[in-house]
């Protein structure tokens, strides 16, 4: 399964970004988006469920990030707004098994992952 994180870039600090991923076709009940800064473990960003319903997001982006999603595209996307410095990270797209319905909050919970882009904040 192969899913396909773009949209990353050099920003400045108040800056909006939008993260994409693509599905390759696949629709999965439960996405999420994890990020991880050089030197620290990964960490939950957002996830959705398959309606766009329900959303949940990390302490450290309520408020200023929205998960999204459009199944007739197999696309989930990040929204980032208010960026800061201490948001640059590489960011990853998660999956978790198709059959799944239960939101998890940490990567080990996601069984497919995308390659990662890059979001750098400039202050």
């Known amino acids: 399964v192969q899913l396909q994180a773009y949209g990353g870039g050099l920003v400045q600090a108040g800056d909006s970004l939008r993260l994409s991923c693509a599905t390759a076709?696949?629709?999965?009940?439960?996405m999420g988006w994890f990020r991880q800064a050089h030197g620290k473990d990964r960490e939950f960003v957002a996830a959705?469920?398959?309606?766009?319903?329900?959303?949940y997001y990390g302490d450290s982006v309520k408020g200023r990030f929205a998960i999204s999603r459009d199944n007739a595209k197999n696309t989930v996307y990040l929204q980032m707004n208010s960026l800061k410095p201490e948001d640059t990270a590489v960011y990853y797209c998660?999956?978790?098994?198709?059959?799944?319905?239960?939101?998890?909050?940490?990567?080990?919970?996601?069984?497919?992952w995308g390659q990662g882009t890059l979001v750098t904040v400039s202050s």
């Open positions: 998660a999956a978790r098994k198709p059959s799944t319905t239960v939101v998890h909050f940490t990567a080990r919970g996601y069984d497919y």
């Open positions: 076709g696949r629709t999965f009940n439960v």
């Open positions: 959705i469920t398959w309606n766009g319903v329900n959303t």
